[in-house]
């Protein structure tokens, strides 16, 4: 027969019944099943086919350690392979077997919510057995915050859902690992969602148990052989007596108690003690176990009518967590096994069975047979005693070989039952001691979980990582914005017109500057304060060029290099008083940016009285350019006197613009006349929607991140992190002009006339033009010397940075970085594309307004 | 994850902690008295013991000051975490004196 | 006429979801000043504490930088205070008052809302409570923390206010 539901005991509530599916039949199981509890019950005794020899496997254990069992969970929500003892039955749920190999549904699937919370605690105890009670306990009673965490729904050593006094208790809930400085990542699966918890403890005991360990013997994987304790389990938790007909197989079978079985209709049919000579020899039936072959101290056969094989071949501590955070392992020969050897970090600690606090056990891990072929070590990757032994014949010595040479603990439960037995039929075979070395690491998560889970609410489009947003954010999706990612930051790439696409609206927004006026959010570029006695003379050391003879009320471009003399980052620096700056930096770089100027700061030059701080954000910035901008500024209103000999270019006013406080730069990134409002950035909108109410009898235009990238390309301003990569010097980006070397040191300067960066043949910044006004060069293309692509390797002479439609010139160019570039000028090279070359001139970087005529209005 | 103890905000996780190398490179008086290969060095090339490592950390999400560590590269344990410029631990004393 | 945009302005509704709302135009001054100049004005010297209290507290945000916390409107008249009271002395003294969104949370469940996000040690029992203030994460967005009585106050730049607003949200539907 199968196993089968008891009338009465077990913890499950029989009061309300579950209806499940399986492998596409419906059954019924009671709240406080799991799901291999309600398959034994109704009798379903294969619950998948094994991943390699296709053989039926049934459940063996009642818990994590399950080698065998697997299924694929569909409803509620979708899990790909999980062990059927971890699965808690519940309504609906829909599930069929899988080999222990997941897959992904061909439909998008529901994952179950999950969220991450923090805890701190002082002691966390991991196990609830009497052990893990007791220390929880000791430790509230001392003040603690103490935190026990239980795997199964209720404690272990109590049989309760709550814990001692002053102590908070999560069952349900998995130590997936222990990581450094006591930070324990915990599982804990609720009905609803799953909460990850991250757990930092001053404090981690480790009460995790002990895995009771199997004994190979011929079709050892057939269904109906089970753990010894886990039938006990099944009896006493559940209510399901997975077999009527035992076989007590072990060197150590003390759990099953006769009692409970002859009140459940069982009996043991045959004892094999291997203590007094006896084993299981192997097992005959269809889908499981029918009848068992025993041999005897003599050799002696018999064979007994059975359903069940009980199998108790001693204990292994439950260490894999205590493993993977450097704990380390003695044998302990009365236990026949690996304990831990009081190593470790000094605030883990191991109690219970899992110190190896055990009732001792004889070695014994597989009934000997001529043929071993189906004595199977682990059932999940369909390895056998005989696949050991290859190995071992083979060459191999040390168990980490003998692992990926045979795969075994690689599965899911990553050798929780076949780990030490590999390690023992190694060490025999090799005529070395037991217990010479021990099973292989398993490494976290403990049991399997799903990147959602660990994810928590950090996925989406919005929470996978912070979406940032301008203060004029509103207005942009209000003016129908297309927006592009910036690092973090949501730009405005374009504002297109009805079914405007990308290209004409680009074009229309480049002529609206060039020829009226256009107004950019320029609010996420970054801004740092820089005050102090010191501060001209710390930005002399960290810019190429001379900050300290800067004006007050003036503006200086700027360029900063790393150490090793590339360029790292642009802006411009206005100087606000005798002893205050404002420093921009590039959108992507305002961290970094403050972090070098603090690092340098307090790690090398704490005697420079120089204080930074950020108020990227306390600014929006709205840059008005285009010949029209002057107008349209006087008519937003200001009290600023816009003309040229009043506000000159490179200089900053503050006045009031729109009715607010603002600051007013004339800088400009597009060539044309430009005056860029800061305003603080609750004033930004309005100031915003004041620049368009004005603006409209000029035919101002919004216009996003590509119109200017095309409107600076025109005038060859690089942009830091497109057209340089780390390795341009300002010499190859042709701004030699803005390093000043008479002036002291600065960041980069040594690095400048290391003989790599002054060798000939660098890579030098150049514009590029087709020679077919309309071919728009994919960026990142490489550009070669010859019509024809020769045989690899191709000599490259460089590649596209940028490339863009120029409305304004009315073909196509691109900016490029090519060695010897400027000797180049006005030589024709080859762009290499898909399907053949293109030829294209060599030519200085600035096609726009050479002369610098148009930054005045 | 790493319990980092900054030596103002107290401990830490380390996801608040950002990594700046090895400690006490000093940046050259004079960069450019110096040969190609005395530059290479000091912009290149660090040490990489087995062991206590002095080495400099900023508590970027939070009170964003630099300070130095001595971390065993071994066992990856912090030994001490202290402001710069102070020197409360002798290196000696823990060099070889650490669990492998 | 120029009425300034409170950046959360437009999720009032959510915010109110949460037990929350943001209190816009605060005052916010960031001085960056020696210790012996800090103890002169009272500020606080013990790491992540506040002297002061709702209307007006400084917050200790490094062993150099405190930031002043008061009133709208009250920014120009403290900045000009603390920077004549710190004449002669190396500081620096910054008006930043825009440069942070302020959510104030209620509710018995706000600090378990916040662990969702913040790393630190949120639990009364471990130390956090009224006076306290720490720079942290929420998530993946830079934040600064001040607990006041049976209040929690979120200091965010304004660019990552929404996303704050979202995480909340998001962990209070999971935790509902």
Known sequence: ?857 | MLLIRCPWCGARDEIEFRYGGQAQVAYPADPEALSDEEWADYLFMRDNPKGPFRERWVHAAGCRRWFQALRDTSTHRLIATYPIGEEPISLARFRGTERA | MAEPTAPLAHRATDLVRLHAAEVPFLSQIDVRCGTDAAARLGFPLEPNTVAGDMVRGVLWLGPDEWLVVGLPGTGPGVLAQLQAALTGSHASVVDTSANRAVIHLTGSLRLDLLATGCPIDLDPRGGWGPGRCAQTLFGRAPVLVQELVNATRIFVRPSFAEYVVDRLLAAAKVRS
């Open chain 1, 1 to 857: 027969m199968s196993g089968r539901r008891l009338d009465a005991g077990g913890r499950i509530d029989r009061s309300r019944p579950i209806r499940f599916t399986f492998d596409g039949r419906g059954y019924d199981g009671f709240e406080g099943d799991t799901l291999a509890s309600a398959l034994l019950a109704n009798g379903v005794d294969v619950v998948c086919r094994s991943p390699i020899l296709g053989r039926p496997r049934g459940v063996v254990s009642a818990g994590v350690e399950e080698p065998s069992a697997f299924v694929e969970v569909a409803e509620p929500w979708f899990e790909p392979v999980v062990a059927a003892p971890m699965v808690n039955l519940i309504d609906g749920l829909v599930a069929s077997g899988r080999p222990g190999v997941g897959r992904l549904p061909a439909q998008t699937h529901r994952t179950k919510p999950s969220v991450t919370r923090n805890r701190h605690v002082e002691t966390l105890v991991i196990g609830s057995g009497g052990k893990g009670l007791e220390v929880a306990r000791t430790a509230a009673a001392r003040g603690e915050r103490v935190l026990l965490v239980e795997r199964e729904p209720y404690l272990a050593g109590s049989g309760l859902g709550r814990g001692p006094e002053g102590v908070e208790v999560l069952v349900d809930a998995t130590a997936l690992g222990v990581y450094d400085d006591g930070y324990v990542v915990v599982l804990h699966r609720g009905p609803e969602h799953d909460t990850v918890w991250h757990i930092r403890a001053a404090r981690v005991v480790l009460a995790t148990g002990a895995f009771e360990r199997p004994i190979a013997f011929a079709d050892n994987d057939r269904p109906g052989v089970m753990l010894n304790a886990a039938v006990g389990r099944y009896i006493r938790d559940f209510g399901v007596l997975p077999g009527a007909r035992i076989v007590a197989f072990g060197a150590n079978v003390t759990v099953l108690e006769t009692h409970d079985l002859r009140r459940a209709g069982a009996e043991i049919v045959a004892t094999a003690d291997v203590r007094e000579g006896w084993a299981v020899a192997g097992t005959e039936g269809e889908t499981r176990v029918e009848a068992v072959h025993l041999v005897g101290p003599g050799g002696e056969r018999r064979t007994v009518e059975a359903d069940l094989v009980a199998v108790a071949g001693g204990w292994n501590p439950a260490l894999q967590l205590y493993r993977a955070i450097g704990g380390g392992l003695r044998y302990d020969d009365d236990l026949a096994t690996f304990v831990p050897d009081g190593s470790g970090p000094p605030w883990l600690e191991v109690v219970g069975a899992a110190a190896g606090d055990l009732p001792p056990s004889v070695a014994y891990w597989y009934t000997p047979a001529e043929d071993l072929s189906r004595h199977f070590v682990d059932l999940q990757r369909d390895q056998t005693v005989a696949d050991v032994l290859a190995a071992v014949d083979g060459g191999l010595r040390s168990v980490e070989h003998v692992k990926r040479a045979t795969y075994i603990g690689t599965a899911i439960d990553q050798g929780r039952t076949s780990g030490t037995m590999t390690a023992e039929i190694v060490n025999v075979a090799l005529g070395w001691e037991l217990g010479a070395q021990g099973p292989t690491n398993a490494r976290p998560p403990f049991v399997p979980v799903s990147f959602a889970a660990l994810a928590g609410l950090d996925r989406g489009p919005e929470l996978l990582d912070p979406v940032r947003r301008s203060p004029m954010h509103a207005a942009h999706v209000e003016r129908g914005a297309v927006f592009e990612d910036v690092g973090q930051w949501k730009r405005p790439r374009y504002f297109p017109h009805g079914d405007e696409d990308m290209q004409a609206a680009v074009a229309r927004e480049c002529l609206a500057v060039r020829d009226g006026a256009g107004v950019l959010d320029a609010s996420t570029l970054g801004k740092i304060e820089v005050v102090g006695p010191d501060a001209p003379a710390f930005l002399d050391r960290m810019y190429t060029n001379r900050m300290s003879n800067l004006a007050v009320g003036s503006i200086r471009y700027g360029l900063m290099l790393g150490l090793d003399g590339m360029v790292f980052d642009d802006g411009v620096a206005m100087r606000l008083a005798e002893d205050r700056y404002l420093v921009t930096t590039t959108t992507g770089g305002a961290a970094a940016v403050l972090d070098r100027f603090e690092e340098w700061l307090q790690t090398e030059w704490p005697e420079l009285r120089v204080y930074c701080t950020s108020v990227t954000e306390q600014w929006a910035v709205i840059a008005v350019g285009g010949p029209k901008a002057r107008a349209v500024l006087a008519d937003v209103g200001t009290d600023l006197d816009l003309l040229n000999d009043a506000f000159p270019f490179m200089t900053f006013r503050d006045g009031v613009v729109a009715g607010v406080a603002a600051r007013v730069c004339r800088v400009s990134f597009t060539g044309e006349l430009s005056y860029e409002i800061h305003v603080p950035s609750w004033d930004g909108p309005h100031v915003w929607e004041a620049v368009f109410a004005a603006g409209e009898m000029f035919g101002v235009e919004p216009y996003g991140t590509e119109a200017m990238h095309v409107l600076r390309a025109e005038k060859g301003f690089v942009i830091v992190g497109q057209d340089t990569d780390g390795t341009a010097t300002p010499d190859d980006l042709g701004m030699g002009w803005i390093v000043n070397p008479s002036k002291g040191d600065f960041l980069g300067k040594r690095s400048l006339v290391r003989p790599d960066s002054v060798r000939s043949g660098r890579k030098q910044l150049v514009g590029i033009v087709p020679h077919d006004p309309d071919l728009l060069l994919p960026e990142g293309t490489q550009l070669i010397r010859s019509s024809t692509i020769g045989a690899p390797p191709v000599p490259m002479l460089g590649h596209v940075t940028s490339s863009y439609r120029s409305a304004a010139l009315g073909w196509t160019f691109a900016l490029a970085m090519v060695e010897g570039g400027r000797e180049l000028r006005g030589r024709t090279i080859h762009a290499a594309l898909a399907g053949g070359t293109a030829p294209v001139d060599v030519t200085d970087p600035v096609f726009y307004d050479a002369e610098g005529a148009r930054r005045d209005g």
